[in-house]
């Protein structure tokens, strides 16, 4: 069990570190920033002292042969046009948005997220913030003796946002089995050349299947509330159950439990929610297929299981988790030959 517990955390933990680096956009601040510089004269300094930057780490930017000062410290009038950087400003910073509400009494979450620049600081949390990110910046440049380079900032600002991930990773071992499966079935499609669109959780415009752009639809799989397939039919993710499979008629003709949960303390609760969601898919259709897919599951959990006529089939997570494995083939022929009939 030990074993089983660790090859799944882990398997699990690197499909979530690469699904957060996409869903948090880190890799594109750089180029974000980079786009204002042609701008970067329109930004006075001259007010530099009132916004928590040291004088040596003030002097070291602005004689810098590769760094802008745009690209290093936080401006409030920028962070009020463009508050999507925040994100960017606290990670160089290396500080969580935890910190930053306890020590500048501003919530980021939302407004992080808003790519769309809808939210509107006021100008005094402008300052709070500019304050709060410009004291630990200087902090840090002055901690490298005024060595501070390009290819550093960058380090912290990954450092920084893989902190994040792997203090969110403790919670989400569930939410990211769930998506893992979900990418498993919609590149088997692919494989079967069966897929045809994705459906958007947001609005009902649908997404044809572009093979150029399928990685980038997989990564953001949390945009999307399924996929058509060419023969009619569709796969839905939502929860309870976490995918349903749908026939050319609408008719729910099978459903997935994901239980990725790691404890064995927790099997028997993880399977409990599994029935009741299997008996409600079953009280609408007698005939449905109900799929188990579970982790960390004690030999006391499993004989049930096995004799539980609610049950159609049970698969171990971390056995379908390889594609080369004779368990994969089984999981994926049993899926598609539910759905294509």
């Known amino acids: 069990m030990t074993d089983e517990v660790n090859r799944i955390n882990y398997r699990l933990r690197s499909t979530f570190f690469y699904r957060k680096i996409k869903e948090y956009k880190t890799l594109s601040f750089q180029s974000k920033v980079a786009a204002l510089l042609p701008v970067k004269h329109l930004y006075s300094w001259d007010n530099w002292k009132n916004w928590g930057i040291g004088e040596d ?10 760094l802008q000062l745009i690209q290093v410290f936080c401006h409030p009038r920028l962070i009020r046009e463009y508050s999507s950087l925040l994100a960017y400003y606290r990670n160089i910073a290396a500080l969580p948005q935890k910190a930053v509400q306890y020590l500048a009494k501003v919530n980021l979450k939302k407004i992080e997220a808003d790519e769309e620049n809808k939210y509107t600081l006021t100008e005094e949390k402008a300052l709070a913030l500019c304050r709060l990110f410009n004291e630990h910046i200087s902090l840090i440049i002055d901690s490298s003796i005024e060595s501070l380079t390009a290819e550093e900032l960058y380090g ?8 994040k991930i792997d203090g ?3 919670n989400a071992i569930g939410e990211e089995a769930e998506k893992i499966v ?4 919609i590149k088997e499609a692919k494989e079967r050349n069966l897929l045809a669109a994705f459906i958007p959780r947001k609005g009902i415009k649908v997404e044809g299947y ?12 949390e ?3 399924g996929v058509m397939l060419v023969n009619q039919t ?5 929860s309870e159950p976490d995918i349903s499979l749908l ?4 008719t729910t003709v099978g459903v997935i439990e994901v239980k990725g949960g790691t404890d064995p303390a927790g099997a028997l609760e993880r399977y409990g929610a599994a029935k009741k969601s299997f008996e409600e898919a079953l009280r609408i259709n007698p005939e449905v297929k109900t799929i188990l897919i579970a982790s960390c599951i004690t030999p006391e959990v499993n004989n049930r299981i096995q004799n539980d006529p609610i049950i159609f089939v049970y698969f171990n997570l971390t056995e379908i988790l390889s594609e080369e494995s004779r368990i994969y083939d089984q999981f994926v022929q049993e899926v598609f030959l539910v759905i294509d009939k």
């Open 57 to 66: 780490a003030f002097a070291y930017i602005s004689n810098h042969p590769e």
């Open 156 to 163: 912290i600002l990954l450092a920084s946002t893989g902190a």
């Open 168 to 170: 969110s990773w403790r």
């Open 182 to 185: 979900q990418r498993l079935l």
């Open 210 to 221: 572009n093979p150029d752009k399928i990685d980038e639809q997989v990564g953001n799989i």
């Open 223 to 225: 945009d999307y509330r």
């Open 234 to 238: 569709s796969i839905l993710f939502s």
């Open 247 to 250: 026939n050319n008629q609408g």
